[in-house]
Nanobody
Framework: QVQLVESGGGLVQAGGSLRLSCAASGFAFSRYIIYWYRQAPGKERGFVAYITPSGDRTNYADSVKGRFTISRDNAKNTVDLQMNSLKTEDTAIYYC?????????WGRGTQVTVSS
């Protein structure tokens, strides 16, 4: 079965960096776009970034452009999200996502907290 497991979250001061990782299994990872989403307290889950199967194209929410970088390793079935210049408004639970066989799969998420 499809499994997505996020890791790497934590508490960091504003201006700091974190690197999140998503480990995937149960599907042909290298054939699928992988997404990162986030959900802040009291807000809806929102798009952060995606990366195409070969990694040749990426896209970012305007709020994270220039600060976050998504990458993937198809040999390891992992997708990373490097987050730099973190702001307090980046505080959220971060989720990895894949659309597989017309169904959305999500991990359990990893908490990122940015203090001022």
């Amino acid at each position: 079965q499809v499994q997505l497991v996020e890791s790497g979250g934590g508490l960091v001061q504003a201006g700091g960096s974190l690197r999140l990782s998503c480990a995937a299994s149960g599907f042909a990872f290298s054939r699928y776009i992988i997404y990162w989403y986030r959900q802040a307290p009291g807000k809806e889950r929102g798009f952060v970034a995606y990366i195409t199967p070969s990694g040749d194209r990426t896209n970012y929410a305007d709020s994270v452009k220039g600060r976050f970088t998504i990458s993937r390793d198809n040999a390891k079935n992992t997708v990373d999200l490097q987050m730099n210049s973190l702001k307090t408004e980046d505080t959220a639970i971060y989720y990895c996502n894949v659309l597989y066989n017309q169904r959305n799969y999500w991990g359990r998420g990893t908490q990122v907290t940015v203090s001022s």
